[in-house]
C-alpha cells in the first residue's frame, strides 16, 4: 500500500533560517506529491505540489522536488518567517494505489522564533 | 470564489446520540472527500465521491458511519449512535476532477466532541 513518512517535529527555528522538512513515500503506481499546510485554528491549504519525477514545486518561497529515485519530497526554504509557524504534512494521490484519496505524513510542526 | 463550506464549524453531542455533518464543495468539481483528523490517527481519508460512480467507502472505519451526495453537490456525513473515540475533526475536500494530479481543496472541517 501507500504510505509517507515525514520528520518528527517540533522544529524550532529562529526566524531568515533555512528550513528542511524531509518526507519519504511508497507507492504502487506514479503518484502525485503535496505538501499542505495548517496554520493554527485553520484548515488545510495547498502549499505546492508536483506531478512527476523531477517537478519542482513552490510556492511562497517554499520549494520541493519529486526525487523518483530517492523517492523523497523534502520541503525547503531559505529565509523562514515568524508568520511560517504551522503544521507541515507530505501527501500523496495514487491512482494506481486505489483510488485518489490522499496518503498523509503524520505532519511536522513548525515554530519559528524572533 | 468561494471555498469548500462545511458546518456546523463544531459540534458537542451525548455518546449514543446521532450527528450530521455538511458539506458544500466549490462549485464545478465533481470529486468530493471526508478525511478525519484526530490526535492519535492523524489525517484518516474516510469516503471518495466521483460524479455519478459508486463511492469509495474504503476508508469508513464502521457500519456506523455513512456518507450521501445530494444532486452532485452537497455531501451528508453521518455518524450513528457516536462513540467518544469518534471525536475529531472531520474535514471534507473537493477537486475539480477525481484524477490524482489535481489538488483537493479543504474546508476548515467540523470539530466534533463526545461527551
Known amino acids: 500500500g501507500n504510505s509517507v513518512t515525514q520528520m518528527e517535529g517540533p522544529v524550532t527555528l529562529s526566524e531568515e533560517a533555512f528550513l528542511t522538512i524531509n518526507c519519504t513515500y511508497t507507492a504502487t503506481g506514479y503518484p502525485s506529491l503535496f505538501w499542505y499546510v495548517q496554520y493554527p485554528g485553520e484548515g488545510l491549504q495547498l502549499l505546492l505540489k508536483a506531478t512527476k519525477a523531477d517537478d519542482k514545486g513552490s510556492n511562497k518561497g517554499f520549494e520541493a522536488t519529486y526525487r523518483k529515485e530517492t523517492t523523497s519530497f523534502h520541503l525547503e526554504k531559505g529565509s523562514v518567517q515568524v508568520s511560517d509557524s504551522a503544521v507541515y504534512f507530505c501527501?500523496?494521490?495514487?491512482?494506481?494505489?486505489?483510488?485518489?484519496?490522499?496518503?498523509f505524513g503524520t505532519g511536522t510542526q513548525l515554530k519559528v522564533e524572533l | 470564489g468561494a471555498g469548500v463550506s462545511q458546518s456546523p464549524s463544531n459540534k458537542v453531542t451525548e455518546k449514543g446520540k446521532d450527528v450530521e455533518l455538511r458539506c458544500d464543495p466549490i462549485?464545478?468539481?465533481?470529486?468530493l472527500y471526508w478525511y478525519r483528523q484526530s490526535l492519535g490517527q492523524g489525517l484518516e481519508f474516510l469516503i471518495y465521491?466521483?460524479?455519478?460512480?459508486?463511492?469509495?467507502k474504503s476508508g469508513l472505519p464502521s457500519d456506523r458511519f455513512s456518507a450521501e451526495r445530494t444532486g452532485g453537490s452537497v455531501s451528508t456525513l453521518t455518524i450513528q449512535r457516536t462513540q467518544q473515540e469518534d471525536s475529531a475533526v472531520y474535514l471534507c475536500?473537493?477537486?475539480?476532477?477525481?484524477?490524482?494530479?489535481?489538488?483537493?481543496?479543504f474546508g476548515d472541517g467540523t470539530r466534533l466532541s463526545i461527551l
Open positions: 501527501a500523496l494521490s495514487d491512482i494506481t494505489g486505489g483510488g485518489n484519496k490522499l496518503t
Open positions: 465521491f466521483q460524479g455519478n460512480s459508486a463511492p469509495d
Open positions: 462549485s464545478g468539481h465533481t470529486a
Open positions: 475536500a473537493s477537486s475539480l476532477q477525481g484524477v490524482s494530479n489535481q489538488p483537493q481543496h
